[in-house]
Antibody, heavy 117, light 112 residues
Framework: EVQVVESGGDLVRPGGSLRLSCTAS????????MHWVRQAPGKGLEWVAI????????SYVDSVKGRFTISRDNAKRSLYLQMDSLRDDDTALYYC??????????WGQGTLVTVSS | DIVLTQSPDSLAVSLGERATINCKSS????????????LAWHQQKPGQPPKALIY???ARQSGVPDRFSGSGSGTNFTLTINSLQAADVAVYYC?????????FGQGTRLEI
């Protein structure tokens, strides 16, 4: 059974940092592209970042470029999102999602990030 | 960036009837290299994470009932849900998987 479980969400001050993690099971993690997608309270879905299975290709939405870093550790079957210089508008439920290239085929339950003073 | 615009924003359909949701892209999503349309659909039920339904505009993800079908090409796409059930109440999102940044439509709320 495919599973992805996010963790690391928390309340953080504006300008602060946070690292999200996603642990995967039930599929060949190293072969899969992985995504982070977020959803602000009561809003729609916003794609954040993607990383290829071997880590050789990475892409971000413009609003997080230079502030967020996606990475992975295939030995640990884990995906990460390092978030720096957090802003109020980064407040959202952050989903880890399994991909087949740019196709998203499985979503995690999400972890909540709240940026507030 | 590719902008996806869904219509309507919300709709109410009776049980057993058909629901139709549209998604219009600001750019052509039909690839000239493989003749595939790079458009997906996701379903998000209240209080739950999204669930992938369709990719390549018309290919169903594993386990998705055949009541759900996708169609369209180029810039205009449709998600059709036949024989509507109470469990289909959700927000439906289209998503382009043609190029980065990946983008979603604003969502369509389906009610019974």
């Amino acid at each position: 059974e495919v599973q992805v479980v996010e963790s690391g969400g928390d309340l953080v001050r504006p300008g602060g940092s946070l690292r999200l993690s996603c642990t995967a099971s039930g599929f060949t993690f190293s072969a899969c592209w992985m995504h982070w997608v977020r959803q602000a309270p009561g809003k729609g879905l916003e794609w954040v970042a993607i990383i290829k299975g071997d880590g050789s290709q990475i892409s971000y939405v413009d609003s997080v470029k230079g502030r967020f870093t996606i990475s992975r550790d295939n030995a640990k079957r884990s995906l990460y999102l390092q978030m720096d210089s957090l802003r109020d508008d980064d407040t959202a439920l952050y989903y880890c999602a399994k991909g087949a290239g740019y196709v998203i085929d499985f979503w995690g339950q999400g972890t909540l990030v709240t940026v507030s003073s | 960036d590719i902008v996806l615009t869904q219509s309507p924003d919300s709709l109410a359909v009776s049980l057993g009837e058909r629901a139709t949701i549209n998604c219009k892209s600001s750019q052509n999503l039909l690839s000239g290299s493989d003749s595939r349309n790079y458009l997906a659909w996701h379903q998000q039920k209240p209080g739950q994470p999204p669930k992938a339904l369709i990719y390549w505009a018309s290919a169903r993800q594993s386990g998705v009932p055949d009541r759900f079908s996708g169609s369209g090409s180029g810039t205009n796409f449709t998600l059709t849900i036949n024989s509507l059930q109470a469990a289909d109440v959700a927000v439906y999102y289209c998503q382009q998987h043609y190029s980065a940044p990946i983008t979603f439509g604003q969502g369509t709320r389906l009610e019974i």
